[in-house]
């Protein structure tokens, strides 16, 4: 059984069987002993949640799916006949259950927050039957004669119910919020959607898997493609399958993935007057929501991922795909049990209908080895690359900050004589020190602003706080206030060194062209003379070292006077030096180009 939580606190998510499923036979036998077989698998496939097969089982929780397995025994053996028998007399007695054996790869399961073990995907090896099954629900559909085909098949009743209370579960009372993440098979991308910008959402304008509350008596599984066809303004195609789920940690959300072939299936951005599905949260049209196809590989690092997603199992989306299902076995007509009269009796002919039907829907066929290998090839994480949108994307954090910089600096920096430097930006206010230049001294303060609906920022009042550096040893939970060279190095030092490395990056990478760059010599020259107050020794005069592209002459134009010279030249003794004017002389300090020398070694 899939989907719901069983004895042993695993919860197997649809669609986890569909690997093994896809590459091999499934073995039977007994009580889970390798070295007891007691039959054939003839076929096995797994049904996701939903699939019509289920009406006709009593009591199925409409999340579960289940994996099923048509077992013929070896009569021709002790152990088989023996296995028959008693899986016989068991379903007789509504007693029949059933296990499973497998390995869990060690990156496909997790472990959520009350501790259950969620498995997304196998490696199945063996079913067996057991005294007793790992979920309650475990049992034998039908069970055939013994005689072996044609005329003397024999159809028992179908399963009874199971008293457990499945609707009582606590997994699921606790699920507020539902959302469907759409991948497309063709491209391993995922359908995610842009919160419009709203003065009162505090997630403006982050990317998110669409979802929404549930609605008073409305199950997850219908909540979230209801919420997704509301927000996407699309209709989840007929061709998508649902094949896994999770829980978030708080156990308020759960998220299901779905699978649609192509990306063509989703229209996307549709205008809101040709929507198929209407917003009710956006009746007007007025605040639509972008929607657009993502590469898995780079939704867990996206700045402007809603934190809510970041829980989300990237691993379970990597490897979601379409289901597999093997050819529909023919089976024989099958003839019901006659009485003493020589008719069946009414539940006999109700089972035997209900079977027929079954049999009688369409089944997914077993896909040739070149598709299973493209198949297998488009889950692996798709290549960085452009998100497909039909609106240009919004403005970046790094262009937002720049904007908000420059009004806090309008707002502090007023009388010239102060600087303003942005020491943290969150999503209602900003954290800023101001430096004084005639006192030398520093102010922090908390700036709340906000972002009206044509992107304008305003700021409140500024208040002040005290800033504190504090340091996380390696390897421990706890931490201590940072002592002043600590404090330094965090707040002066690094983020120095750090938006120098990224100037140079851009500069040295760049076509810009000297004259271009003359508003970088005065920064660079400010910055010398603030290092050589702070008492670096900081040599203006000299050159750049070897093998730098900066291309910038940051030293006077003017020629340096000659210094005097202090020592007699070295040279060979018998030589005369040959005459030389003192314009065309150049002459080097040897301790200067010991340590050039030394550096271009090194």
């Given at each position: ?81 023996d296995a028959y028998e008693q899986v016989k007399q068991w379903h007789e007695h509504e007693q029949a259950a059933f296990s499973i054996g497998y390995r869990v790869p060690d990156t496909a399961a997790s472990k959520r927050g ?197 829980d989300t199992p990237w691993d379970l989306l990597a490897g979601a795909s379409l289901p597999q299902g093997p050819a529909t076995v023919q089976t024989s007509p099958a003839v019901p049990r006659p009485d003493a009269a020589g ?43 452009a998100p497909a949108m039909s609106k240009p994307l919004p403005e970046s954090q790094e262009q937002f900050r720049a904007r908000l910089s420059d009004s806090v600096r309008e707002l502090l920096s007023q009388d010239g004589n ?185």
């Amino acid at each position: 059984m899939t989907g719901v939580v069983d004895d042993v606190d695993d919860l197997i998510m649809p669609g986890a069987f569909a690997r093994t499923l896809a590459t091999r036979p499934v073995k039977t036998v007994w009580h889970h002993g390798w070295k007891e077989p007691v039959g054939v698998v003839l076929d096995s496939e797994e049904w996701l949640p939903g699939d019509p097969r289920f009406a006709g089982i009593p009591d199925w929780p409409a999340e579960a799916g289940a994996f099923v397995a048509t077992v013929l025994y070896n009569l021709r053996t002790s152990r088989g006949r023996d296995a028959y028998e008693q899986v016989k007399q068991w379903h007789e007695h509504e007693q029949a259950a059933f296990s499973i054996g497998y390995r869990v790869p060690d990156t496909a399961a997790s472990k959520r927050g009350d501790g259950v073990r969620v498995i997304h995907h196998l490696d199945l090896f063996e079913v067996s039957p057991v005294l007793h099954g790992a979920h309650p629900l475990t049992r034998a559909l039908e069970v055939k004669s013994a005689t072996g085909g044609g005329e003397g098949l024999e159809y028992k009743t179908t399963p009874s119910p199971v008293g457990i209370d499945i609707v009582a579960l606590a997994e699921d009372a606790d699920v507020k919020v539902a959302g469907l993440a759409v991948k497309a098979a063709d491209t391993g991308r995922v359908l995610m959607l842009q919160r419009a910008l709203d003065d009162e959402d505090p997630a403006a304008g982050t990317w998110e898997i669409p979802g929404g509350h549930l609605e008073k008596g409305e199950d997850a599984l219908s909540a979230a493609v209801r919420e997704w066809s509301e927000e996407t303004g699309a209709t989840l195609p007929p061709a998508a399958s649902v094949v896994g789920s999770w829980t978030a940690p708080n156990g308020i959300y759960r998220g299901y993935v779905a699978v649609t072939p192509t990306e063509a299936d989703v229209p996307i951005n549709t205008p809101h007057g040709s929507r198929s599905m209407p917003n009710p949260d956006d009746p007007r049209g007025d605040a639509t929501e972008v929607t657009a196809w993502w590469p898995i590989a780079v939704l867990p690092t996206m700045p402007l991922l809603r934190p809510e997603c970041r829980d989300t199992p990237w691993d379970l989306l990597a490897g979601a795909s379409l289901p597999q299902g093997p050819a529909t076995v023919q089976t024989s007509p099958a003839v019901p049990r006659p009485d003493a009269a020589g008719t069946g009796t009414p539940e006999e002919k109700s089972a035997h209908a209900a079977v027929q039907a079954a049999r009688a829907l369409p089944r997914v066929e077993h896909k040739s080895a070149r598709s299973m290998v493209a198949e297998a090839k488009s889950r692996l994480p798709a290549p960085l690359e452009a998100p497909a949108m039909s609106k240009p994307l919004p403005e970046s954090q790094e262009q937002f900050r720049a904007r908000l910089s420059d009004s806090v600096r309008e707002l502090l920096s007023q009388d010239g004589n102060a600087w303003t430097c942005i020491e943290g930006t969150y999503p209602k206010h900003v954290i800023v020190s101001v430096h004084t230049e005639e006192d030398r001294r520093s102010s922090n303060y908390s700036i709340p602003y906000a972002v009206t609906a044509d992107g304008s920022i305003t700021l409140d009042t500024p208040q002040p706080v005290e800033l504190a550096t504090i340091v996380v040893p390696e390897g421990t939970t706890g931490h201590r206030e940072a002592t002043v060279d600590e404090d330094v190095d965090a707040r002066v030092v690094q983020p120095t060194v750090g938006a120098l490395d990224d100037a140079t990056a851009r500069v040295t990478h760049s076509t810009a062209a000297p004259e271009q760059l003359e508003g970088v010599r005065d920064k660079v020259r400010s910055l010398i003379a603030a290092l050589s107050a702070k008492g670096l020794d900081v040599d203006e005069d000299e050159p750049p070292p070897v093998g730098s592209t900066l291309g910038l002459d940051l030293w006077d134009d003017t020629d340096d006077d000659a210094s005097e010279d202090d020592g007699e030249a070295d040279g060979d003794a018998d030589t005369a030096p040959a005459p030389e004017r003192e314009e065309d002389t150049v002459r080097l300090d040897p301790d200067e180009v010991k340590t050039l020398l030394a550096g271009i070694r090194s």
